[in-house]
Protein backbone atom coordinates (compact mmCIF):
# COMPACT_ATOMS: atom_id res chain seq x y z
CA UNK A 1 0.00 0.00 0.00
CA UNK A 2 2.79 2.48 0.99
CA UNK A 3 4.31 1.32 -2.53
CA UNK A 4 1.26 2.12 -4.24
CA UNK A 5 0.55 5.41 -3.01
CA UNK A 6 4.01 6.76 -3.40
CA UNK A 7 3.82 5.53 -7.43
CA UNK A 8 0.34 7.87 -7.18
CA UNK A 9 1.75 10.37 -6.02
CA UNK A 10 4.82 10.74 -8.11
CA UNK A 11 2.38 10.11 -10.76
CA UNK A 12 3.58 6.58 -11.58
CA UNK A 13 0.89 4.82 -13.12
CA UNK A 14 2.53 1.55 -13.39
CA UNK A 15 5.49 -0.76 -14.87
CA UNK A 16 6.75 -2.03 -17.20
CA UNK A 17 5.93 -6.06 -16.91
CA UNK A 18 8.79 -7.98 -16.78
CA UNK A 19 9.68 -11.66 -15.64
CA UNK A 20 11.79 -10.60 -12.96
CA UNK A 21 12.64 -7.26 -11.59
CA UNK A 22 16.09 -6.29 -11.78
CA UNK A 23 18.24 -4.69 -9.28
CA UNK A 24 17.55 -1.10 -10.67
CA UNK A 25 13.98 -1.32 -11.01
CA UNK A 26 13.85 -2.39 -6.70
CA UNK A 27 16.70 0.05 -6.01
CA UNK A 28 13.90 2.60 -7.56
CA UNK A 29 10.77 1.22 -5.60
CA UNK A 30 12.87 1.09 -2.51
CA UNK A 31 13.84 4.75 -3.04
CA UNK A 32 9.90 5.69 -3.65
CA UNK A 33 9.37 3.66 -0.11
CA UNK A 34 11.74 5.50 1.92
CA UNK A 35 10.33 9.15 0.37
CA UNK A 36 6.61 8.31 1.05
CA UNK A 37 7.91 6.99 4.34
CA UNK A 38 9.86 9.96 4.89
CA UNK A 39 6.86 12.44 4.04
CA UNK A 40 4.38 10.31 6.28
CA UNK A 41 7.07 10.83 9.53
CA UNK A 42 7.15 14.28 8.79
CA UNK A 43 3.15 14.30 8.71
CA UNK A 44 2.94 12.59 11.47
CA UNK A 45 5.71 14.99 13.45
CA UNK A 46 3.67 18.52 12.25
CA UNK A 47 0.65 17.03 13.73
CA UNK A 48 2.22 16.07 17.07
CA UNK A 49 3.84 19.59 16.92
CA UNK A 50 0.54 21.36 16.36
CA UNK A 51 -1.07 19.31 18.83
CA UNK A 52 2.09 19.94 21.80
CA UNK A 53 1.47 23.99 20.90
CA UNK A 54 -2.26 23.72 21.17
CA UNK A 55 -1.86 21.80 24.45
CA UNK A 56 1.34 24.90 25.64
CA UNK A 57 -1.63 27.72 24.62
CA UNK A 58 -4.49 25.54 26.78
CA UNK A 59 -1.76 25.46 29.86
CA UNK A 60 -0.50 28.71 29.23
CA UNK A 61 -4.08 30.73 29.02
CA UNK A 62 -5.42 28.26 32.19
CA UNK A 63 -2.38 29.37 34.13
CA UNK A 64 -3.16 33.23 33.01
CA UNK A 65 -6.95 33.18 33.80
CA UNK A 66 -5.74 31.39 37.41
CA UNK A 67 -3.48 34.46 37.55
CA UNK A 68 -6.26 36.64 37.26
CA UNK A 69 -8.63 35.02 39.37
CA UNK A 70 -5.64 35.06 42.45
CA UNK A 71 -5.11 38.59 40.94
CA UNK A 72 -8.83 39.55 41.38
CA UNK A 73 -9.19 37.58 44.58
CA UNK A 74 -6.21 39.95 46.09
CA UNK A 75 -7.79 42.86 45.13
CA UNK A 76 -11.07 41.77 46.98
CA UNK A 77 -9.52 41.07 49.78
CA UNK A 78 -6.90 43.94 50.14
CA UNK A 79 -10.03 46.24 49.41
CA UNK A 80 -12.24 44.41 51.86
CA UNK A 81 -9.60 45.31 54.86
CA UNK A 82 -9.36 48.87 53.08
CA UNK A 83 -12.82 49.27 53.56
CA UNK A 84 -12.63 47.73 57.06
CA UNK A 85 -9.61 50.33 58.17
CA UNK A 86 -11.74 52.78 56.34
CA UNK A 87 -14.21 52.70 58.76
CA UNK A 88 -12.72 52.37 61.65
CA UNK A 89 -10.10 55.48 60.43
CA UNK A 90 -13.27 57.70 59.27
CA UNK A 91 -15.23 56.79 62.68
CA UNK A 92 -12.03 57.90 64.89
CA UNK A 93 -11.97 61.58 62.94
CA UNK A 94 -15.53 61.94 63.42
CA UNK A 95 -14.91 61.69 67.72
CA UNK A 96 -15.95 63.67 69.84
CA UNK A 97 -12.23 63.63 71.05
CA UNK A 98 -9.81 66.05 69.55
CA UNK A 99 -7.11 63.12 70.48
CA UNK A 100 -8.87 60.66 68.73
CA UNK A 101 -9.59 62.76 66.08
CA UNK A 102 -5.73 63.02 65.23
CA UNK A 103 -5.31 59.35 65.23
CA UNK A 104 -7.91 59.56 62.36
CA UNK A 105 -6.13 62.15 61.01
CA UNK A 106 -2.97 59.98 60.44
CA UNK A 107 -4.52 56.79 59.98
CA UNK A 108 -6.82 58.17 56.60
CA UNK A 109 -3.42 59.51 55.34
CA UNK A 110 -1.70 56.09 56.09
CA UNK A 111 -4.57 54.36 54.30
CA UNK A 112 -4.39 56.36 51.54
CA UNK A 113 -0.82 54.88 50.92
CA UNK A 114 -1.69 51.94 51.31
CA UNK A 115 -4.96 51.84 49.51
CA UNK A 116 -4.96 49.36 46.49
CA UNK A 117 -5.92 51.76 43.36
CA UNK A 118 -6.12 55.75 42.81
CA UNK A 119 -10.10 55.84 43.19
CA UNK A 120 -9.73 54.41 46.63
CA UNK A 121 -6.52 56.69 47.61
CA UNK A 122 -8.61 59.30 46.15
CA UNK A 123 -11.60 58.35 48.75
CA UNK A 124 -9.29 59.07 51.35
CA UNK A 125 -8.14 62.38 50.66
CA UNK A 126 -11.62 63.48 49.66
CA UNK A 127 -12.60 62.48 53.57
CA UNK A 128 -9.70 64.55 54.78
CA UNK A 129 -10.48 67.91 52.73
CA UNK A 130 -14.59 66.95 53.75
CA UNK A 131 -13.11 67.48 57.57
CA UNK A 132 -11.99 70.95 56.51
CA UNK A 133 -14.66 72.00 54.90
CA UNK A 134 -16.79 71.28 58.17
CA UNK A 135 -18.30 74.64 59.19
CA UNK A 136 -15.60 76.45 61.58
CA UNK A 137 -16.39 79.07 64.04
CA UNK A 138 -13.79 81.51 64.70
CA UNK A 139 -11.56 81.46 67.84
CA UNK A 140 -13.33 82.75 70.95
CA UNK A 141 -12.37 85.74 73.01
CA UNK A 142 -10.16 85.52 75.77
CA UNK A 143 -13.01 86.22 78.27
CA UNK A 144 -15.07 83.38 76.69
CA UNK A 145 -14.96 80.15 79.19
CA UNK A 146 -11.65 77.72 78.97
CA UNK A 147 -13.94 74.41 78.59
CA UNK A 148 -14.77 76.60 75.41
CA UNK A 149 -11.48 77.92 74.60
CA UNK A 150 -9.61 74.13 74.56
CA UNK A 151 -12.53 72.41 73.00
CA UNK A 152 -11.47 75.14 69.66
CA UNK A 153 -8.09 74.82 70.39
CA UNK A 154 -8.11 71.00 69.89
CA UNK A 155 -10.28 71.71 66.64
CA UNK A 156 -7.71 73.78 65.21
CA UNK A 157 -5.05 71.71 65.91
CA UNK A 158 -7.18 68.82 64.17
CA UNK A 159 -7.56 70.96 60.99
CA UNK A 160 -4.02 72.51 60.74
CA UNK A 161 -2.86 68.83 61.11
CA UNK A 162 -4.77 67.68 58.26
CA UNK A 163 -3.43 70.44 56.27
CA UNK A 164 0.06 69.80 57.47
CA UNK A 165 -0.41 65.78 55.67
CA UNK A 166 -1.78 67.02 52.71
CA UNK A 167 1.61 68.95 52.36
CA UNK A 168 3.59 66.52 53.38
CA UNK A 169 2.44 63.69 50.63
CA UNK A 170 2.73 66.58 47.65
CA UNK A 171 6.87 67.86 48.42
CA UNK A 172 9.38 66.45 46.16
CA UNK A 173 11.16 64.09 48.96
CA UNK A 174 7.69 62.44 50.04
CA UNK A 175 7.51 58.77 50.35
CA UNK A 176 4.22 58.77 48.78
CA UNK A 177 3.06 60.95 46.35
CA UNK A 178 -0.87 62.81 46.00
CA UNK A 179 0.44 64.16 43.04
CA UNK A 180 -2.18 64.15 40.31
CA UNK A 181 -5.18 63.91 42.72
CA UNK A 182 -7.70 66.48 43.33
CA UNK A 183 -8.09 68.82 46.38
CA UNK A 184 -11.63 69.76 47.01
CA UNK A 185 -11.00 72.53 49.67
CA UNK A 186 -14.32 75.07 48.70
CA UNK A 187 -15.57 77.16 51.42
CA UNK A 188 -12.84 76.52 53.77
CA UNK A 189 -12.18 78.02 56.52
CA UNK A 190 -8.35 79.20 56.83
CA UNK A 191 -6.65 80.87 59.51
CA UNK A 192 -3.21 79.48 58.94
CA UNK A 193 -1.49 76.17 57.52
CA UNK A 194 1.61 74.96 55.97
CA UNK A 195 1.67 74.29 52.32
CA UNK A 196 5.54 75.38 52.10
CA UNK A 197 7.54 73.23 49.26
CA UNK A 198 4.69 71.54 47.99
CA UNK A 199 4.49 70.68 44.22
CA UNK A 200 1.55 71.49 41.79
CA UNK A 201 2.23 69.33 38.37
CA UNK A 202 -1.15 67.83 37.87
CA UNK A 203 -4.55 67.37 39.49
CA UNK A 204 -6.13 70.39 40.80
CA UNK A 205 -6.61 72.26 43.96
CA UNK A 206 -10.08 74.15 44.84
CA UNK A 207 -10.23 77.02 47.31
CA UNK A 208 -13.28 78.22 45.50
CA UNK A 209 -15.28 80.19 48.20
CA UNK A 210 -12.45 79.72 50.73
CA UNK A 211 -12.60 82.46 53.62
CA UNK A 212 -8.72 83.35 54.92
CA UNK A 213 -9.68 85.55 58.29
CA UNK A 214 -5.98 85.63 60.19
CA UNK A 215 -2.94 83.46 60.95
CA UNK A 216 -0.77 82.62 58.04
CA UNK A 217 -1.48 80.35 54.94
CA UNK A 218 2.12 79.73 53.65
CA UNK A 219 2.91 78.43 50.07
CA UNK A 220 6.15 80.13 50.66
CA UNK A 221 8.83 78.13 47.67
CA UNK A 222 6.21 75.90 46.33
CA UNK A 223 6.33 75.22 42.02
CA UNK A 224 3.97 75.57 40.01
CA UNK A 225 4.31 73.80 36.93
CA UNK A 226 1.22 71.97 36.25
CA UNK A 227 -2.69 71.46 36.90
CA UNK A 228 -4.94 74.23 38.54
CA UNK A 229 -4.91 75.88 42.03
CA UNK A 230 -8.37 77.76 41.78
CA UNK A 231 -9.29 80.79 44.12
CA UNK A 232 -12.30 81.68 42.60
CA UNK A 233 -14.76 83.88 45.12
CA UNK A 234 -12.11 83.51 47.69
CA UNK A 235 -12.51 85.73 50.28
CA UNK A 236 -9.40 87.54 51.77
CA UNK A 237 -10.48 89.40 54.86
CA UNK A 238 -7.21 89.06 57.33
CA UNK A 239 -4.02 87.55 57.79
CA UNK A 240 -1.37 86.58 55.32
CA UNK A 241 -0.94 84.32 52.39
CA UNK A 242 2.54 83.84 51.10
CA UNK A 243 3.65 82.49 47.74
CA UNK A 244 7.30 84.32 48.49
CA UNK A 245 9.56 82.65 46.58
CA UNK A 246 7.39 80.55 44.59
CA UNK A 247 7.93 78.88 40.86
CA UNK A 248 5.40 79.54 38.10
CA UNK A 249 6.28 77.38 34.79
CA UNK A 250 3.13 75.91 34.56
CA UNK A 251 -0.14 75.34 35.17
CA UNK A 252 -2.96 78.14 36.36
CA UNK A 253 -3.47 80.47 39.83
CA UNK A 254 -6.44 81.90 39.75
CA UNK A 255 -7.82 84.84 42.00
CA UNK A 256 -11.03 85.55 39.49
CA UNK A 257 -13.30 86.95 41.07
CA UNK A 258 -11.49 87.31 44.96
CA UNK A 259 -12.01 89.88 47.27
CA UNK A 260 -9.25 91.41 48.81
CA UNK A 261 -10.68 93.41 52.15
CA UNK A 262 -7.87 93.05 54.70
CA UNK A 263 -5.13 90.26 53.95
CA UNK A 264 -1.83 90.27 52.42
CA UNK A 265 -0.51 88.60 49.94
CA UNK A 266 2.75 87.72 49.00
CA UNK A 267 4.81 86.86 45.85
CA UNK A 268 8.09 88.47 46.76
CA UNK A 269 11.59 86.86 45.13
CA UNK A 270 9.02 84.50 42.99
CA UNK A 271 9.80 83.44 39.03
CA UNK A 272 7.49 83.78 36.64
CA UNK A 273 8.75 81.93 33.23
CA UNK A 274 5.02 80.36 31.86
CA UNK A 275 2.34 80.58 34.33
CA UNK A 276 -0.30 82.48 34.29
CA UNK A 277 -1.94 84.34 37.93
CA UNK A 278 -4.89 85.81 37.22
CA UNK A 279 -7.30 88.47 39.18
CA UNK A 280 -10.02 89.06 36.56
CA UNK A 281 -12.66 90.55 38.18
CA UNK A 282 -11.13 90.57 41.39
CA UNK A 283 -12.19 93.50 44.30
CA UNK A 284 -8.93 95.31 45.64
CA UNK A 285 -10.29 97.65 48.29
CA UNK A 286 -8.14 97.35 51.65
CA UNK A 287 -4.82 95.21 52.28
CA UNK A 288 -1.73 94.93 49.78
CA UNK A 289 -0.16 92.34 47.62
CA UNK A 290 3.50 92.35 47.10
CA UNK A 291 5.37 91.39 44.39
CA UNK A 292 8.76 92.70 45.54
CA UNK A 293 11.78 91.29 43.87
CA UNK A 294 9.57 89.40 41.12
CA UNK A 295 11.61 88.25 37.88
CA UNK A 296 9.19 87.76 34.89
CA UNK A 297 9.95 86.39 31.66
CA UNK A 298 7.25 84.65 30.58
CA UNK A 299 3.91 84.19 31.20
CA UNK A 300 1.23 86.53 32.49
CA UNK A 301 -0.09 88.76 35.95
CA UNK A 302 -3.66 89.03 34.79
CA UNK A 303 -5.84 91.93 36.83
CA UNK A 304 -8.38 92.21 33.68
CA UNK A 305 -11.98 93.54 35.13
CA UNK A 306 -10.34 93.83 38.38
CA UNK A 307 -11.96 96.92 40.75
CA UNK A 308 -8.80 98.87 42.94
CA UNK A 309 -10.42 101.22 45.42
CA UNK A 310 -8.33 100.89 48.40
CA UNK A 311 -5.59 98.00 48.28
CA UNK A 312 -1.64 99.08 47.24
CA UNK A 313 0.15 96.59 45.03
CA UNK A 314 3.82 96.73 44.68
CA UNK A 315 6.46 95.63 42.47
CA UNK A 316 9.49 96.76 44.49
CA UNK A 317 12.79 96.41 42.93
CA UNK A 318 11.49 93.61 40.51
CA UNK A 319 12.75 92.50 37.38
CA UNK A 320 10.26 92.12 33.93
CA UNK A 321 12.20 91.06 31.65
CA UNK A 322 9.18 89.27 29.64
CA UNK A 323 5.95 88.00 30.43
CA UNK A 324 2.31 89.98 30.40
CA UNK A 325 0.85 92.50 33.18
CA UNK A 326 -2.56 93.83 32.13
CA UNK A 327 -4.78 96.05 33.85
CA UNK A 328 -7.72 95.91 31.04
CA UNK A 329 -10.88 96.68 31.80
CA UNK A 330 -10.19 97.38 34.91
CA UNK A 331 -11.42 100.10 37.39
CA UNK A 332 -8.73 102.22 38.95
CA UNK A 333 -10.47 104.36 41.74
CA UNK A 334 -8.21 104.05 44.70
CA UNK A 335 -4.60 102.23 46.15
CA UNK A 336 -1.58 102.91 44.74
CA UNK A 337 0.46 100.15 41.65
CA UNK A 338 4.08 101.11 42.61
CA UNK A 339 6.82 99.70 40.74
CA UNK A 340 9.99 101.77 42.62
CA UNK A 341 12.98 100.43 41.69
CA UNK A 342 12.02 97.99 38.95
CA UNK A 343 13.69 96.79 35.42
CA UNK A 344 11.75 96.64 32.52
CA UNK A 345 13.63 95.15 29.53
CA UNK A 346 11.08 93.67 27.71
CA UNK A 347 7.82 93.23 29.46
CA UNK A 348 4.06 94.51 28.09
CA UNK A 349 1.32 96.11 29.68
CA UNK A 350 -1.70 96.20 28.72
CA UNK A 351 -4.14 99.16 29.80
CA UNK A 352 -6.85 98.93 27.08
CA UNK A 353 -10.24 100.53 28.10
CA UNK A 354 -9.01 100.59 31.87
CA UNK A 355 -10.42 103.72 33.88
CA UNK A 356 -8.36 105.63 36.04
CA UNK A 357 -10.61 107.35 38.59
CA UNK A 358 -8.30 107.58 41.61
CA UNK A 359 -5.48 105.22 41.83
CA UNK A 360 -2.26 105.66 40.69
CA UNK A 361 -0.15 103.48 38.67
CA UNK A 362 3.74 104.55 39.38
CA UNK A 363 6.79 103.99 37.44
CA UNK A 364 8.52 106.91 37.58
CA UNK A 365 11.50 105.22 40.18
CA UNK A 366 12.17 102.46 37.85
CA UNK A 367 15.81 101.33 37.89
CA UNK A 368 15.80 100.65 34.72
CA UNK A 369 13.70 102.30 31.86
CA UNK A 370 15.74 101.19 28.76
CA UNK A 371 13.30 98.99 27.37
CA UNK A 372 9.70 100.54 28.24
CA UNK A 373 7.25 98.31 28.48
CA UNK A 374 5.27 97.96 25.42
CA UNK A 375 1.27 98.26 25.19
CA UNK A 376 1.41 101.69 27.67
CA UNK A 377 -1.52 104.19 26.40
CA UNK A 378 -0.14 107.36 24.47
CA UNK A 379 -0.82 109.77 26.31
CA UNK A 380 -0.89 108.34 29.35
CA UNK A 381 -3.94 109.07 31.76
CA UNK A 382 -3.51 110.94 34.81
CA UNK A 383 -3.20 107.95 37.11
CA UNK A 384 -0.11 106.53 34.66
CA UNK A 385 3.00 108.38 36.19
CA UNK A 386 6.26 107.51 33.92
CA UNK A 387 9.69 107.75 34.21
CA UNK A 388 11.44 111.28 32.49
CA UNK A 389 14.61 109.75 32.28
CA UNK A 390 16.10 106.29 30.87
CA UNK A 391 19.79 105.69 31.61
CA UNK A 392 20.40 109.20 31.94
CA UNK A 393 19.30 110.13 28.76
CA UNK A 394 15.61 112.60 28.49
CA UNK A 395 12.57 110.36 27.11
CA UNK A 396 9.97 112.68 27.62
CA UNK A 397 7.96 114.84 29.85
CA UNK A 398 6.59 112.83 33.29
CA UNK A 399 2.94 111.26 32.69
CA UNK A 400 3.75 110.33 28.60
CA UNK A 401 5.79 108.37 26.30
CA UNK A 402 8.88 109.32 25.06
CA UNK A 403 8.38 110.24 21.52
Not at 173 to 198: K, P, R
Not at 262 to 277: N, Q
Not at 367 to 389: H, Q
Request: with cysteine; charged share 20%; net charge negative.
Amino acid sequence: MVIGGGLVLLGVEGFKPEKQLTSTTLFDLLKIAFAVVAGLGALVALVVAYRRQKVAESAQWLAELADDRAADAARREATKLHNERFASAAGQLGHDSAAVRLAGAHALAGLADDAPTRELRQTCIDVLCAYLRIPYSPQPSDDAPEAERLAFAGLREVRHTVIRLISAHLRKNAAFSWQGHDFDLTGVLFDGGDFAEIVFSDGKFDFTGAVFNGGVVNFSGAEFSGGQVIFYRANFLGGSVGFTGCKFSGGTVSFTLAEFCGAKLYFGDSRFSESEVSFRGAVFSEGSISFEALEISGGAINFAGAEFSGSNIHFHGSTLSGGHVAFNHSVLSGGKIDFHWAKFSGCEFDFNFAKFQGTVVDLRDARDYSVPPKGLPNPAPEGLKLPTRTNGSLKGPEGSLPS
